[in-house]
């Protein structure tokens, strides 16, 4: 009778080993191509919310949308309000939208930071947008939180931004309160602050750079791009939290220099 020849254990060990050197070289690969593919679903966000946003401006005169009436009750976000359930049909962006946003699937919300990854912001306990809106220039006093040091700024048209293609509509948002605790902001804060002795910088800015280190961004000019530091820096390195170069110009406020009391 003919014997059958069994593996011995160095072709065994030299079986796993070849397996591990392949998973090895794989798995970065395969990371690589889902951390893409979550980039591109962001992209097409806020693309989406981009065109929703300027479709806004054709029927206010070229006006942008408010970030928020935060001197009523319920405050109505720009993309909508949680205060006795999420309501997305009240925000402002809602109707110029062609995909509804819903609880399970939101145009408002970017696929890397996942729900129950983050605290959420206002009384509700359902995702909101972990999109920031750049109000701060675009609609000073349709900005809660910093109206009342702002407000006097003219609230922007789409003729009054000069290089539309530079300053940021959208972008990736997180609001780093500490090392430890995070929580979704729908409100895109610039790296410098405005007050009555000037501009400071701000220790709490929110542009958040979780695709591999880059953000996305929507612009005025509709077109949608990840972008690095460039020159900026982290002020919460753990989180990815900073701002996109060194200052204001040209991305969150490009005419930072002629603001005044």
């Keep these: 009778m003919m014997k059958q020849r069994a593996f011995t254990l160095i ?10 050197t392949l998973l090895g070289v794989l798995l970065p690969a395969l990371v690589g191509v889902r951390n893409k593919a979550r980039q591109t679903e962001c992209m097409s966000n806020q693309r989406q919310l981009a065109l929703a946003a300027l479709t806004y401006t054709n029927d206010f005169e070229g006006a942008f949308m408010p970030c928020a009436n935060w001197q009523q009750s319920p405050v109505v976000y720009w993309w909508g309000t949680n205060e006795a359930g999420i309501d997305y049909e009240a925000g402002f962006i809602y109707p110029y939208l062609d995909v509804k946003p819903n609880t399970e699937h939101s145009v408002f919300n970017c696929p890397v930071q996942r ?3 983050y605290h959420p912001q206002g009384p509700g306990a359902e995702p909101t947008s972990t999109y920031g809106y750049n109000g701060y220039y675009l609609c000073p006093a349709g900005t809660p939180g910093w109206a009342f040091s702002i407000g ?6 789409v003729a009054d931004v000069r290089e539309p293609h530079k300053v940021i509509m959208m972008a990736d948002a997180l ?11 729908a409100l895109l804060d610039p790296p410098y602050l405005f007050s009555g002795r000037g501009w400071s910088r701000n220790d709490y800015p929110t542009t958040c750079f979780r ?3 880059r953000a ?3 612009f005025v000019d509709g077109h949608v791009a990840a972008h690095g530091l460039e020159g900026g820096e982290y002020t919460t390195k753990r989180f990815r939290v900073g701002s996109v170069g060194e200052h204001n110009d040209p991305h969150y406020v490009p005419d930072w220099r002629t603001w005044a009391d």
Excluded: C
Aim: charged share 15%.
């Design 11 to 20: 072709e065994l060990l030299v079986v796993i080993a070849v397996i591990a």
């Design 115 to 117: 729900w129950g990854s």
């Design 152 to 157: 006097h700024e003219p609230w922007k048209r």
């Design 175 to 185: 609001m780093a309160w500490s090392d430890t605790q995070i929580s979704n902001n």
């Design 211 to 213: 695709h591999s280190e």
């Design 216 to 218: 996305v961004a929507a």
